[in-house]
């Protein structure tokens, strides 16, 4: 349902100061104000406003007192969900009776459902109608929970999109359409496209046709690419020919190993393409049922060394009682360029998380893949900085649902601390290991 709007505008009374008394340190209101705007403009919109630290920033101004309240709040309303034709009909009403509210709109969801239910979106043709020139800072569209038939949503109202010219981050999750060239019409629609988000996108088109729908135009535009879970097989197709035509800047890939090996997602033709221009690298594996989790075996279909211009990586595993990460270690050695940002991530499911946990410990005090990491930070292919957090190791639980992490009752921060730093001597003394729960 969309967000509810207050009538009143944000007040600002430049008699205020906010401080601590017991610092001795008050500050002028607008300049609390002036930090809040700065937090705000860091926020980016990703698959979820909750998993964005700047975005938590602003919630926890508006709950600090009343004097900053009204200014983070102002900030938090840029953010709205649009279900049916009446939520977009009360949207624009709200926008045409309080344009203040204008330049604060930022990121717009258009759903079938509030869950992962597909249904029709035909109020996406209203929406692009009626607040073309009512969202004149409009950065991110997202697309989600919806079933794109033939004839559920009007050509026409798919190009009446390009007029958000603002608009340069399209997100596309859980969503079936009917054709592959349907997909190609709605990237395109977005003429200043950047940011191309897809995760759980469905075709009825079970292989790509014979006659593939040609690329969209401004494919070459985009720098940062994300794809994630498992999609149709005509899906993938189409979007790994978008992104090779690309130059991608960054890009960010979420598969199970079993579509790898069996090349149903074609990872390494992407990465190739991209190796002369990527700056920045995000792999995330799913090792379910796996049942040979051999370095050798997991990496014979993914190999680094072709990427020249590389400076952050970022590997993230899911976390089963039978894993190995023997294969993290193995992956950074086939890197030859120098890394500059480092990054390790071990996702605990909120599904049995308690024996996961467990088995991820156990794993890395009797195992060597801190060790081996270790090691490889010690080659000449690590700009080491003193004092520079470079390398990461980071324990994430998903799916909680709050800010409580359950993880935290198995393993405090210290003791992850020095479970990382205990395995990890070189890069502890270097100064550049940061651990990190949440």
């Known amino acids: 349902m969309m967000n509810n709007y207050s009538a009143e505008s944000p007040t600002m009374n430049m008699d205020l100061v906010v401080g601590t008394t017991d610092a001795g340190i008050l500050l002028p209101m607008e300049i609390w104000e002036h930090v809040i705007d700065l937090i705000a403009e860091k926020v980016e919109r990703q698959w979820n406003l909750l998993k964005c630290p700047w975005w938590l920033t602003l919630i926890s101004c508006a709950l600090t007192c009343k004097a900053l309240y009204n200014r983070a709040r102002w900030h938090l309303r840029g953010n709205v969900m649009l279900l049916t034709q009446s939520n977009v009909v009360s949207f624009a009403r709200l926008l045409r009776a309080e ?41 991110a569209l997202v697309i989600t929970n919806a079933n794109w038939t033939i004839g559920s949503i009007r050509q026409q109202d798919i190009v009446n999109l390009a007029a958000f010219r603002c608009i340069n981050e399209l997100t596309l999750q859980d969503i079936r359409f009917a054709t592959v060239s349907q997909l190609g019409q709605l990237i395109s629609s977005v003429p200043q496209l950047q940011i191309l988000r897809c995760a759980r996108i469905k075709c009825n088109q079970k292989v790509s046709p014979l006659v593939l729908p040609p690329l969209p135009l401004n494919s070459t535009r985009l720098r940062i690419g994300h794809l994630e879970d498992t999609m149709s097989p005509a899906i993938h197709d189409f979007l790994y020919r978008i992104l090779t035509s690309a130059n ?72 089963y009682v039978d894993s190995d990460y023997s294969w993290i270690p193995h992956l950074l050695y086939t890197v030859v360029t120098f890394i500059v940002d480092l990054k390790i991530i071990f996702h605990v499911s909120v599904t049995n998380w308690e024996e996961r946990l467990s088995a991820l410990l156990h794993r890395l005090e009797t195992g060597n893949e801190l060790a081996e990491l270790d090691t490889f930070l010690a080659t000449p292919r690590i700009d080491i900085r003193p004092g520079n957090p470079l390398v990461q190791v980071l324990l994430a639980l998903e799916g909680s649902g709050s800010t409580y992490n359950p993880c935290k009752s198995r393993i405090s921060d210290d003791e992850w601390s020095k479970l990382v730093r205990g395995k990890m001597p070189h890069a502890d003394e270097c100064g550049i290991l940061r651990t990190i729960i949440y």
């Open 248 to 319: 991608l800047l960054r890009l960010s890939v979420g598969a199970h190993h079993r579509d790898i090996s069996s090349s149903l997602i074609k990872l390494q033709r992407l990465l190739d393409a991209c190796a002369w221009c990527l700056r920045d690298l995000r792999l995330t594996l799913n090792m379910k049922g796996v049942v040979d989790q051999s370095p050798e075996k997991l990496c014979e279909h993914i190999n680094l060394s072709r990427f020249r211009r590389l400076r952050s990586l970022r590997f993230s595993t899911w976390c």
């Open 99 to 139: 344009p203040y509210l204008r330049p604060v709109m930022r990121f717009v969801t258009i759903a079938g459902s509030p869950s992962r239910r597909h249904l029709p979106i035909p109020h996406i043709g209203t929406f692009a109608i009626m607040l073309a020139r009512c969202l004149p800072r409009m950065q």
